[in-house]
């Protein structure tokens, strides 16, 4: 069955370290994967995703199929990056699967 | 321009009432997805439509939930005889034919007493 892990509830880091939030994934095909983010009081949003290989906001995610792994990282923290973040598998035509996510939180 | 918009933005129903939910998606989008998200958890596919057609269902819980498309642009969920688990966020999105970024409404938050 296709299932998308994100082992950590909660993260803290201080502003200026680096981040990474972890994401595993289970698919039998080749995946299509993402990350969406909801910032407090806004809307889920598509944060980044694997086929774009492009940077937003200073998070790269690198497809590790091996390690079957998508995980987001940030060399440096912002006070900005504190947000609730999902990581998502397209499953078939367009349906996503979603993990459970991880509240980040930057300390000053 | 407009995003996709959810009313009511919040509900609160006895156990055993039928509620509806809308979603207006953005203009032009065919794409149209209903997921449902319960507390601590993150967001569960429910059902897909492609115009004006269920294109996939397999999310729906159970035959108390139903949803429609009737003109292929607002989008309608159905739930009969809530049950208090169902109280949860309802959350829809929309995308267009060729791009594939789906664009979340705000959500409604149902909560059955």
């Known amino acids: 069955a296709q299932r998308v892990t994100q082992p950590e509830k909660l993260l803290s880091v201080f502003k200026g370290a680096p981040v990474e939030l972890k994401c595993n994934y289970s698919?039998?095909?080749?995946?299509?994967l993402f990350w969406y983010v909801q910032y407090s009081r806004q809307r889920l949003q598509l944060l980044l995703r694997?086929?774009s290989r492009e940077s937003i906001k200073g998070f790269t995610a690198d497809l590790n199929k091996g390690e079957t792994s998508f995980h987001l990282k940030k060399p440096f923290a912002q006070e900005e990056d504190s947000a609730m973040y999902y990581c998502?598998?397209?499953?078939?035509?367009?349906?996503?699967?979603f993990g459970q996510g991880t509240r980040l939180t930057i300390n000053p | 321009g407009a995003g996709v918009s959810q009313t009511p933005s919040n509900k609160v129903t006895e156990k055993g009432k039928y509620v509806e939910l809308r979603c207006d998606p953005i203009?032009?989008?065919?794409?149209l997805y209903w997921y449902r998200q319960s507390l601590g958890q993150g967001p569960e596919f429910l059902i897909y439509?492609?115009?004006?057609?269920?294109?996939?269902d397999s999310g729906l819980p159970n035959d108390r939930f139903f949803a429609v498309r009737p003109e292929g642009s607002v989008s309608t969920l159905k739930i009969q005889r809530t049950e208090r688990g169902d109280s949860a966020v309802y959350l829809c999105?929309?995308?267009?034919?060729?791009?594939?970024?789906?664009?979340f409404g705000p959500g409604t938050r149902l909560t059955v007493t």
């Open positions: 698919y039998s095909g080749s995946p299509e």
């Open positions: 999105a929309s995308s267009s034919t060729r791009g594939d970024e789906q664009y």
């Open positions: 998502a598998l397209k499953r078939g035509a367009q349906k996503l699967v």
């Open positions: 694997h086929i």
């Open positions: 439509f492609q115009g004006t057609g269920a294109a996939d």
């Open positions: 203009s032009g989008h065919t794409a």
